[in-house]
């Protein structure tokens, strides 16, 4: 670690914005974030090509912050030529970390590709470009939605991650014990890398209902029932909010998390406000 970067470990997740003025605030809130000195931000991908231009725009301006910038990149719907063309753009850009994922098929879309699974694409990053990128995959400490069960999914993970990924990133979670029992399952099959907690800060009860619903995280029922309770103050909901995860993100860290990987969701305020409730 650098004596420069923050001492809890954290990084940022953006998205490709839609819009000029999302672009415009997603500067402004980089230059936010930048100053808590991450180790990396890291922009999210589209499957199938819709916005595989954009992280690429985004990539490339958030990497203007002088903190090392990690394109998501997904194998899906996608044939080895075409990640080898992007592997040696993001190369000749100077981009030196990526996360890999298998992403998920856009509906109506055809042939599922060259590359089924993440560990697939990890494997062919590391045939064609040796050690040149640091690889981060994904973790799901409440189980992947299309899997069987936790243990096949941990036993898919551990198969991820000894293809040559250098760290991992969690989808998010509300129960601590959940990455915790997760962790020592990836340990006991030999998993020795960095298990980053990915941390989504609370804000709107509504999308993060029916975003939770999509990716198979849990939103305990004493959450949902405060949080229901809110009805449209916002206010009272960000405080809630910024206090349950706040605790949430302690406990991982005094638990042994090796630091923290926040779903900014382009937004610097509720990130920082959790950041700054923290202690080493
Ligand atoms: P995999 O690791 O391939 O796993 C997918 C499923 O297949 C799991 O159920 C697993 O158990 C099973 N499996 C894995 N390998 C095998 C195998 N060899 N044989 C049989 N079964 C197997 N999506 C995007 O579109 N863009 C993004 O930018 C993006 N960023 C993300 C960042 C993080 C940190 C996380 C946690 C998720 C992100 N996602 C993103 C979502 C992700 O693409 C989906 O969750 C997708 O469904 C799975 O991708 P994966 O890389 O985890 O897949």
Same mark, same amino acid.
């Given at each position: 670690?650098?004596?420069?970067?923050?001492?809890?470990?954290?990084?940022?997740?953006?998205?490709?914005?839609?819009?000029?003025? !999302?672009?415009?605030?997603?500067?402004?809130?980089?230059?936010?974030?930048?100053?808590?000195?991450?180790?990396?931000?890291?922009?999210?991908?589209?499957?199938?090509?819709?916005?595989?231009?954009? @992280?690429?725009?985004?990539?490339?301006?958030?990497?203007?912050?002088?903190?090392? @910038?990690?394109?998501?990149?997904?194998?899906?719907?996608?044939?080895?030529?075409?990640?080898?063309?992007?592997?040696?753009?993001?190369?000749?850009?100077?981009?030196?970390?990526?996360?890999?994922?298998?992403?998920?098929?856009?509906?109506?879309? !055809?042939?599922?590709?060259?590359?089924?699974?993440?560990?697939?694409?990890?494997?062919?990053?590391?045939?064609?470009?040796?050690?040149?990128?640091?690889?981060?995959?994904?973790?799901?400490?409440?189980?992947?939605?299309?899997? *069987?069960?936790?243990?096949?999914?941990?036993?898919?993970?551990?198969?991820?991650?000894?293809?040559?990924?250098?760290?991992?990133?969690?989808?998010?979670?509300?129960?601590?014990?959940?990455?915790?029992?997760?962790?020592?399952?990836?340990?006991?099959?030999?998993?020795?890398?960095?298990?980053? *907690?990915?941390?989504? *800060?609370?804000?709107?009860? @509504?999308?993060?209902?029916?975003?939770?619903?999509?990716?198979?995280?849990?939103? *305990?029922?004493?959450?949902?029932?405060?949080?229901?309770?809110?009805?449209?103050?916002?206010?009272?909901?960000?405080?809630?909010?910024?206090?349950?995860?706040?605790?949430?993100?302690?406990?991982?860290?005094? !638990?042994?998390?090796?630091?923290?990987?926040?779903?900014?969701?382009?937004?610097?305020?509720?990130?920082?406000?959790?950041?700054?409730?923290?202690?080493?």
């Amino acid at each position: 670690m650098s004596s420069h970067e923050h001492p809890l470990g954290i990084s940022f997740e953006f998205f490709p914005p839609n819009t000029d003025a !999302g672009r415009d605030k997603l500067i402004h809130v980089r230059d936010e974030l930048a100053a808590r000195k991450p180790r990396f931000f890291s922009v999210t991908y589209g499957a199938g090509g819709s916005t595989q231009a954009r @992280t690429r725009e985004v990539v490339r301006a958030v990497s203007e912050s002088g903190i090392t @910038t990690a394109p998501h990149l997904s194998c899906i719907g996608s044939e080895k030529a075409q990640l080898r063309d992007l592997l040696a753009q993001y190369r000749e850009e100077g981009v030196d970390s990526l996360v890999a994922l298998r992403g998920d098929m856009p509906s109506g879309m !055809g042939s599922i590709g060259e590359l089924r699974y993440a560990n697939e694409l990890v494997e062919f990053i590391r045939a064609e470009t040796g050690d040149h990128f640091d690889i981060a995959v994904a973790a799901y400490p409440e189980s992947h939605p299309q899997a *069987p069960n936790l243990d096949k999914d941990v036993e898919n993970f551990a198969r991820k991650m000894k293809a040559g990924a250098n760290m991992a990133i969690t989808q998010y979670f509300f129960t601590a014990d959940a990455y915790f029992n997760f962790v020592d399952k990836a340990r006991a099959l030999g998993v020795e890398q960095p298990i980053i *907690p990915g941390i989504m *800060p609370i804000t709107n009860y @509504t999308k993060l209902a029916r975003f939770s619903d999509a990716c198979g995280a849990e939103i *305990p029922r004493w959450i949902r029932k405060q949080l229901e309770s809110y009805g449209d103050d916002s206010e009272a909901i960000a405080a809630f909010g910024t206090d349950v995860v706040s605790r949430l993100c302690q406990r991982l860290l005094d !638990g042994g998390a090796p630091g923290l990987h926040f779903y900014t969701l382009n937004q610097s305020a509720p990130v920082l406000k959790i950041v700054d409730n923290l202690t080493d």
